[in-house]
């Protein structure tokens, strides 16, 4: 952990434990089905994190609008998550040719738009909203690696 | 990119550029003009103060320091901190606008093609983030700086830009793609900014337009 300590003593350990939630929930529907391809996994982890935010709305808000918000340490710890994220989403590099040639920035680019569906719905007090928005984000963050056609089967299943 | 991005901003405690230095005497001006002085001071310590602090944690005391007006002052033009970010955000949208709007017009919209005009406007992006980071920060990362009012900001970009790019999306696409777009173009540019290498900025055009190109490919396209 690289993050500037915060003023506020109570917020990292309500960040981590929101953080902890979410990870349990996105890791479990990852390896639920163990004949599943990776796009398949990855699917049901981001289908997950959308449940976990509809039905958790303010540990979702803290993880993202409200990390930000909180200054260094939480945008130092926003960004980590991201990047832990971008990690795991760079393996869909390697299902298609076009998608190994894809700009460095593409991981950051498509969690910063899904952090964005999620953000405004949460602020907005419309979280209800993002189980059914959760399948256009996933097409979304799927089709640079998998093309439109693909990621669109995907996110409807 | 994570862990260049868990700095403060590089330049947090410069002074705003391009502005007379806090604590600047404004007398001699007249009255109209300095009001106008007051106000562009306190606009632009706020977007240099709060990507340090946060929002939550900005208070106007933070901004009045910085601007080096009186207390008093910020009360007779605002109604406190949230008016303040709303006039710092609509300056820096409206700012932004005029200059991808000047960008349009010089790509010969009419005659461009699509990508073409998409590099020249990410262009224009680019280089007005990199002259003006904090105004670009204020736009870029609306939940770093606005907290509760990050609603209002993401509407006022999608409001200016979701109609064209909702054109240029192929057939099918969801209709959250411009919004989730925007969201994705903007996260590397605040990134760069936080990291205090704005200077960079230009250097992520072709990226960028392969990002939005791949989201939109032009008017007609299909998946």
């Known amino acids: 952990l690289t993050a500037p300590l915060p003023r506020e003593p109570g917020f990292p350990a309500c960040f981590e434990a929101a953080l902890a939630r979410l990870r349990f929930a996105a890791e479990s529907a990852y390896a639920e089905d163990d004949a599943a391809t990776e796009p398949e996994r990855l699917a049901a982890a981001l289908r997950a994190v959308f449940e976990f935010a509809s039905r958790n709305p303010s540990a979702a808000w803290l993880l993202t609008g409200g990390a930000l918000a909180h200054g260094p340490y939480g945008n130092a710890r926003y960004q980590e998550l991201l990047g832990a994220a971008a990690g795991v989403l760079a393996s869909l590099r390697a299902e298609r040719p076009e998608a190994a040639s894809l700009p460095a920035m593409t991981e950051c680019a498509l969690l910063g738009g899904l952090a964005t569906l999620l953000a405004r719905r949460l602020q907005a007090g419309a979280a209800e909203e993002l189980q059914v928005l959760a399948p256009e984000a996933i097409e979304f963050v799927l089709t640079p690696y998998l093309g439109a056609l693909e990621a669109r089967r995907l996110a409807g299943e | ?223």
């Open chain 2, 1 to 223: 990119m994570s862990a260049a991005r868990t700095t403060a901003p590089a330049r947090a405690g410069a002074p705003a550029r391009r502005l007379a230095p806090a604590g600047r005497s404004v007398r001699g001006l007249p009255p109209d003009l300095r009001v106008a002085d007051q106000r562009r001071r306190l606009l632009a310590a706020f977007a240099a103060e709060v990507p340090r602090r946060g929002y939550d944690e900005l208070s106007v005391e933070h901004v009045v320091r910085r601007a080096g007006v009186s207390r008093r002052t910020v009360y007779e033009l605002f109604d406190g901190k949230a008016d303040l970010f709303a006039a710092a955000h609509a300056e820096a949208f409206l700012s932004m606008r005029r200059l991808l709007r000047r960008a349009v017009r010089a790509a010969g919209a009419g005659a461009s093609s699509w990508p073409d005009l998409v590099r020249a406007v990410l262009a224009a992006l680019l280089d007005g983030a990199t002259a003006a980071p904090d105004r670009a920060l204020l736009l870029a990362a609306p939940s770093l700086v606005a907290g509760p009012h990050v609603g209002a900001c993401h509407s006022r970009l999608r409001q200016a830009f979701g109609p064209c790019l909702r054109a240029a999306a192929p057939t099918g696409a969801p209709l959250s793609l411009p919004e989730a777009a925007l969201g994705g173009l903007t996260e590397p540019i605040a990134g760069r900014i936080l990291a205090g290498e704005s200077d960079s900025l230009p250097a992520l055009a072709p990226s960028l337009s392969t990002f939005l190109l791949a989201c939109f490919p032009g008017p007609g396209a299909s998946p």
